[in-house]
């Protein structure tokens, strides 16, 4: 069955570090989304994108965030300058086509700033 | 996006059934309920979906109220597999560019299955 891939599993960086998080969508689908869970807490929408561009995003998705599908596979996740409070599982999920109604969730990412 | 309200935790035996309630009374009639849920450790999974008919799937099936302000999703017997964190969220369809299917999550129900 296919499934949505993420990597890395588990990253560690220094406050004010750049970070990558890698997502492998489901081949085929049209909507990508990232979402984010703080320990403890829910999960919560930061951005959608379809179409090569953002077509929805959050308050918490700030200028130190972007997007990018560099290729046909790939859906990134930057930011560009963590902080303390970017700790937090980051999920990436996508979506078939306008008709579709799952969302498809990778593993997740857990990031720890320190 | 209309609320929903779900108890905190619930409790069952495996093997018995479950059934797991939300309410949304501001549901407009556009608004389609969808069920998630979370098992530990991983990323949030589709279970099932509805908009006014009971629905069944291999999963679970989703028994919506006649106002369309209440529903409950009913595991018919639970394993220790089912224990997660089930979330009801509503949804409107998505049509064009206008809407882009985010989901928003609430706290959802902690489902726990004692053996």
């Known amino acids: 069955e296919p499934e949505v891939t993420q990597t890395p599993s588990h990253q560690v960086t220094q406050m004010g570090q750049e970070v990558i998080l890698r997502c492998v969508p489901i081949?085929?689908?049209?909507?990508f989304y990232w979402y984010r869970q703080i320990l403890g807490q829910k999960v919560e929408f930061l951005v959608s994108?379809?179409?090569?561009?953002?077509?929805?995003k959050s308050e918490i998705f700030d200028d130190q965030f972007s997007v990018e599908r560099p290729d046909g596979s790939n859906f990134t996740l930057k930011i560009r300058s963590t902080k303390l409070e970017d700790s937090a599982m980051y999920f990436c999920?996508?979506?078939?086509?306008?008709?579709?109604?799952?969302?498809?969730f990778g593993p997740g990412t857990r990031l720890t700033v320190t | 996006d209309a609320k929903t309200t779900q108890p905190n935790s619930m409790e069952s035996n495996e093997e018995e059934p479950v059934h797991l309630p939300c309410n949304h009374s501001t549901i407009s009639g556009t608004d389609y309920i969808h069920w998630y849920r979370q098992l530990p450790s991983q990323g949030p999974e589709y279970v099932i979906h509805g908009l006014t008919s009971n629905v069944n799937n291999r999963m679970a099936s989703l028994a919506i109220a006649e106002d369309r302000k209440s529903s409950t999703l009913i595991l018919h017997r639970a394993t220790l597999r089912d224990a997660a964190v089930y979330y009801c969220?509503?949804?409107?369809?998505?049509?064009?560019?206008?809407?882009?299917?985010?989901?928003?999550f609430g706290q959802g129900t902690t489902l726990q299955v004692k053996p």
């Open positions: 969220i509503l949804r409107v369809p998505h049509h064009g560019s206008s809407n882009t299917g985010k989901l928003i």
């Open positions: 999920a996508s979506r078939g086509t306008v008709l579709s109604y799952e969302q498809y």
């Open positions: 081949s085929n689908h049209l909507y």
């Open positions: 994108f379809y179409n090569n561009e953002i077509s929805e």
